[in-house]
């Protein structure tokens, strides 16, 4: 196994509104190692990208607070460094590519500036030097012309463009984990292709690890050497990609499986739903979470929350009948 270079463990989020608490991450761990990418998967609201702010101290105090848990990079704790250490982190050592480029970038900066403010600050190099840093980053992220992207500002720039400028910002001082938190969202699927594509150029040339979020199963299949499925603020199943898609182990996974389109299907045949609706955070149900929406669902399912349980060496899910999914899907694989 890779070393390992981000762990998590039992992270535990809140916001805080007048209806009550919002118990965004509620236990979440999981781990990263050098040059592995890990996709974490899931349905809106679910608490992955308040898993990614939490991990780099992003939530905004105003509205919410990582209240328990670890999260360690490199042997150190991040929740207890000083603010000092984790700005140098972040960005330096951890880049993060956010949901909506056109809401991350400033529009009244060209695209140099806001470049070259990031090599500036974490490399503490001249205007000049991060400059042309900055056009070397907009080079390997395949930018045509970037002496002349530099002078232009983000409303210039397609979708896809401003996608590609993100992600080179976030390498622009070679990280050694990229947190991408639904990097094709919004854009049509030629240009989510690109963009995956060169994340894992990108990745095979450098090294880095990835931790690619997104709720499409089908960009995370293309990436991921593992794959964590989340729900209601917890890791329901995590296992090695192939294996957890072709033999999944809770009845959640196997949902989202069922509810994708498959090619040479009846072009009639009705795509399957899951039933009912993502929990309330602020009151999740007795049990199971998922056992208002689980066709299995049984009495122990009300009463009893499953703990997240190791089936296989590298394979968890948090189901009561997890180990005979598991064996049952095994079986027929092997007939």
């Known amino acids: ?10 992270l535990r989020t809140h916001f805080f509104s007048d209806q009550g608490v919002v118990r965004a991450v509620d236990g979440v761990s999981l781990s990263i190692g050098e040059g592995e990418t890990l996709g974490l998967v899931g349905e809106s609201a679910c608490g992955k990208s308040a898993t990614a702010l939490s ?7 105003r509205q919410g607070a990582v209240v328990g848990g670890r999260v360690r990079w490199r042997g150190r704790d991040l929740l207890t460094l000083p603010e000092r250490e984790m700005r140098f982190i972040r960005g330096s050592e951890i880049g993060m590519v956010f949901q909506d480029p056109f809401a991350s970038l400033n529009p009244v900066f060209t695209i140099g500036n806001q470049l070259s403010e990031s090599v500036r600050l974490h490399r503490g190099v001249g205007r000049r030097e991060a400059l042309s840093k900055s056009r070397e980053a ?3 992220v395949r930018i045509p012309s970037p002496e002349v992207r530099l002078h232009e500002y983000p409303h210039q720039m397609s979708g896809g463009m401003q996608q590609r400028v993100m992600i080179a910002m976030s390498l622009s001082c070679d990280p050694r984990l990229l947190i991408a938190d639904e990097p094709t969202t919004a854009l049509d699927v030629t240009i989510q292709a690109q963009i995956l594509d060169l994340l894992e150029e990108i990745q095979k040339s450098s090294g880095m690890a990835l931790l690619l979020i997104s709720h499409d199963l089908g960009v995370i299949s293309e990436l991921a050497d593992r794959i964590a499925i989340m729900y209601a603020g917890k890791i329901a199943e995590e296992g090695p990609a192939r294996q957890l898609l072709c033999s999944p182990a809770h009845p959640y996974t196997r949902a989202l499986l069922r509810s994708l389109p498959r090619l040479g299907g009846a072009r009639s045949a009705r795509l399957e739903v899951i039933r009912g609706s993502v929990p309330d955070p602020i009151e999740y149900p007795r049990g199971c979470r998922f056992h208002p929406r689980c066709d299995m669902a049984q009495r122990v399912c009300v009463e009893r929350e499953p703990e997240l349980t190791t089936l296989a060496p ?15 899907a095994q079986e027929l694989r092997g007939r």
């Open 314 to 328: 590298g394979y968890r899910a948090a189901c009561h009948f997890a180990g005979r999914l598991l064996h049952g």
């Open 138 to 140: 907009l080079a390997r």
């Open 1 to 10: 196994m890779a070393k390992r270079l981000l762990e998590v463990v039992d």
């Open 55 to 61: 991990i780099l101290r992003l939530i905004d105090p």
